[in-house]
């Protein structure tokens, strides 16, 4: 009895989750898709509305060393893009968050860690989930082979809270911007 129920659950538990995940072809199409989107709202900045909010700067001996600020575009009143930069001495960082329909599509960092090493991350968003996360870095100049981040891992999971998160921080400030 125990092992036709346990079977059973097992069953459902695999349609369940079949029916939800998507096949790399999918995903291929998708960030297809995706990439053209990408190529439109490039477009349109030139066209938009710019918006920018100075989240923090710090001086020391009367020089700038460290600066944040976020700049929101829209276009026909829409936010289309978001820019958040921040740097300091030899490390920056930039992040790009890109919208259709006031829906996050795609997310872009690249961070400069030393004059010398640095990381790029491209997360690709449909319906509010991430499904796509890729991964590349140089070091000492040398670039790294691009990492595909698998969707059930926990470095996946984790990159899409944290990008969420910084989605949403940078968003409930948007009424700061000028």
């Known amino acids: 009895m125990k092992s036709k129920f346990l ?3 097992i069953l459902i538990m695999a349609f369940t989750f ?52 976020a700049d929101y575009y829209y276009f026909n009143n829409i936010m289309i893009k978001m820019h958040y930069g921040a740097g300091g001495g030899d490390y920056s960082s930039e992040s790009e968050f890109y919208y259709d329909n006031g829906k ?4 872009f960092e690249k961070s400069d860690i030393t004059l010398t090493d640095q990381k790029e991350i491209r997360c690709y968003f449909k319906d509010g989930k991430m499904i796509k996360y890729i991964y590349n870095e140089i070091n000492n100049g040398k670039k790294k082979p691009q990492k595909d981040i698998k969707m059930n891992s926990k470095d996946f999971k984790n990159q899409q809270v944290e990008v969420l ?11 700061k911007a000028k």
Do not use: C, H, P, R
């Open 104 to 107: 996050l599509f795609f997310f």
């Open 165 to 175: 998160n910084k989605e949403k921080e940078l968003l409930d400030s948007q009424n």
């Open 18 to 69: 079949s029916s939800f995940a998507q096949t790399d072809k999918e995903i291929d199409a998708i960030v297809k898709d995706i990439k053209a989107k990408y190529a439109d709202v490039n477009k349109n900045v030139k066209k938009a509305t710019m918006k920018n909010w100075v989240v923090e700067e710090e001086y020391e001996g009367g020089e700038k060393y460290i600066s944040e600020d």
């Open 7 to 9: 079977t059973i659950a």
